[in-house]
């Protein structure tokens, strides 16, 4: 079994829909993260739980809210979105939530705002 | 200022070739990690390899190769006899803590390597 997972692969909405992205991973892993990235620019970490409790949150937009319900579950809610939020966002998971830590990554979810 | 540069957006090789992607980084703390993935179209980040700032050994993995120097604040990643399977993006990642830690990726580099 794939060790992250990520659902939808691809999502379509419109600026007034909400949404929401899910993540799980089956490693037995403690931290979670979500990325996000866009056409030419670099990959931007948004946000990492460890243990279910938020770590850090790198200054993103409250359209965008985490939910992290236990150690195996992430999810990204969206809400109002603009255009320029189209990208590819990435679930991670790692053992500890250290830095240095491996980090496995899903597939992906590929998100175009109308 | 912390970044990391990866001057190649895309290379493309023959088969069998031998290539290297260029990842300099930039950073005012001692203490740091850098890290290679590979992101093929499946889209899914896979992990290379990680080497801390005190280590600067270069390091070999069957075709994979990397040249870490501090000196010229470098990291080079080298794949000998290229395959079609080493096609894909690959990025370049700087890992430091100034009181919550912080991930600085490279924009990428494209490789395509030719049958």
């Known amino acids: 079994e794939t060790g992250v997972t990520q659902t939808p692969r691809h999502l379509v909405m419109g600026m007034t829909n909400k949404k929401s992205l899910k993540c799980e991973q089956h490693?037995?892993?403690?931290?979670m993260y979500w990325y996000k990235q866009s056409a030419k620019k670099p990959l931007e970490l948004m946000f990492v739980?460890?243990?279910?409790?938020?770590?850090e949150n790198n200054s993103v937009p409250s359209r965008f809210s985490p939910e992290c319900p236990n150690s195996s579950h992430l999810f990204l809610h969206l809400h109002t979105l603009q255009p320029e939020d189209s990208a590819l966002y990435l679930c991670?998971?790692?053992?500890?939530?250290?830095?240095?830590?491996?980090?496995?990554f899903g597939p992906g979810t590929r998100l175009t705002v109308l | 200022a912390q970044k990391v540069t990866q001057a190649q957006t895309e290379i493309s090789v023959v088969e069998k070739e031998d290539v290297t992607l260029d990842c300099v980084y930039e950073?005012?703390?001692?203490?740091?990690?850098l890290f290679w993935y590979k992101q093929p179209p499946s889209g899914e980040l896979v992990f290379l390899i990680r080497?801390?700032?005190?280590?600067?050994q270069n390091e070999i993995s069957g075709r994979y190769s990397w040249n870490f120097q501090k000196s010229t604040s470098s990291f080079n990643f080298t794949i000998t006899a290229s395959q079609v399977v080493d096609s894909a993006v690959y990025f370049c990642?700087?890992?430091?803590?100034?009181?919550?830690?912080?991930?600085?990726f490279g924009t990428g580099t494209r490789l395509k390597v030719l049958a």
């Open positions: 490693l037995g892993h403690n931290a």
């Open positions: 950073t005012r703390d001692t203490t740091y990690y």
């Open positions: 739980y460890n243990f279910k409790e938020q770590t």
């Open positions: 990642a700087l890992i430091f803590t100034s009181g919550t830690y912080k991930y600085i």
């Open positions: 080497r801390n700032s005190f280590d600067e």
């Open positions: 991670a998971s790692s053992q500890d939530g250290q830095y240095t830590d491996t980090q496995y």
